[in-house]
T-cell receptor, first 113, second 113 residues
Framework: NAGVTQTPKFRVLKTGQSMTLLCAQD?????MYWYRQDPGMGLRLIHY???????AKGEVPDGYNVSRLKKQNFLLGLESAAPSQTSVYFC????????????FGSGTRLTVV | AQRVTQPEKLLSVFKGAPVELKCNYS??????LFWYVQYSRQRLQLLLR??SRESIKGFTADLNKGETSFHLKKPFAQEEDSAMYYC???????????????FGTGTQLKVEL
């Protein structure tokens, strides 16, 4: 049981380049999330999805787009990377049941130069 | 809107000493509180849920609605407890919003020998 898998684990981008981060979960969870983790700022929600074909903005959505074409996958896209997007990105999933916690992926360390 | 505050960025204790990681929250309704832990080079994982009133790895946390706190405690720190700890909040009972968690900024616990 793999849980939540993120690819890639590391990436270096030049300013203005684009990329897509992939998150896959095999727990049949309804909800999926993308967070960014920055020193001194904790985890901040970028976008989330409550089901296949639906997405919604979180706390810091600017500069990112997402898609959830299949229930098990949640993609995070950067159209034109900026140095301010240098961060560690975590994907997570959860069941619709209210008192269950999240299952996190191992993270993607992105550096934009 | 809800907010989670972890006032300490770093907490350093000696092995065998008691540990208390502080977490305060602001939310107008009934909250559901969690503690997540991230060991070095590992993904975030759920440590405790207040609703289950459990003790995990010797850690406990009690929700104090009067003081709006959910401090994490352990009577005797162990070297393997060294990690980053995040407190998180979700509105209790609300599932339509996707079980979104609001995280604090985290506290790095260092247990010294």
């Amino acid at each position: 049981n793999a849980g939540v898998t993120q690819t890639p684990k590391f990436r270096v981008l030049k300013t203005g380049q684009s990329m897509t981060l992939l998150c896959a979960q095999d727990m049949n969870h309804e909800y999926m999330y993308w967070y960014r983790q920055d020193p001194g700022m904790g985890l901040r929600l970028i976008h989330y999805s409550v089901g296949e074909g639906t997405t919604a903005k979180g706390e810091v959505p600017d500069g990112y787009n997402v898609s959830r074409l299949k229930k098990q996958n949640f993609l995070l896209g950067l159209e034109s990377a900026a140095p301010s997007q240098t961060s560690v990105y975590f994907c997570a999933s959860s069941s619709y049941r209210a008192n269950y916690g999240y299952t996190f992926g191992s993270g993607t360390r992105l550096t934009v130069v | 809107a809800q907010r989670v505050t972890q006032p300490e960025k770093l907490l350093s204790v000696f092995k065998g000493a008691p540990v208390e990681l502080k977490c305060n929250y602001s939310y107008s309704g009934s909250p559901e509180l969690f503690w997540y832990v991230q060991y070095s080079r590992q993904r975030l994982q759920l440590l405790l849920r207040h609703i289950s009133r459990e003790s995990i790895k010797g850690f406990t946390a009690d929700l104090n609605k009067g003081e709006t706190s959910f401090h994490l405690k352990k009577p005797f720190a162990q070297e393997e407890d060294s990690a980053m700890y995040y407190c998180a909040l979700k509105p209790l009972g609300l599932t339509g919003g996707g079980n979104k968690l609001t995280f604090g900024t985290g506290t790095q616990l260092k247990v010294e020998l």
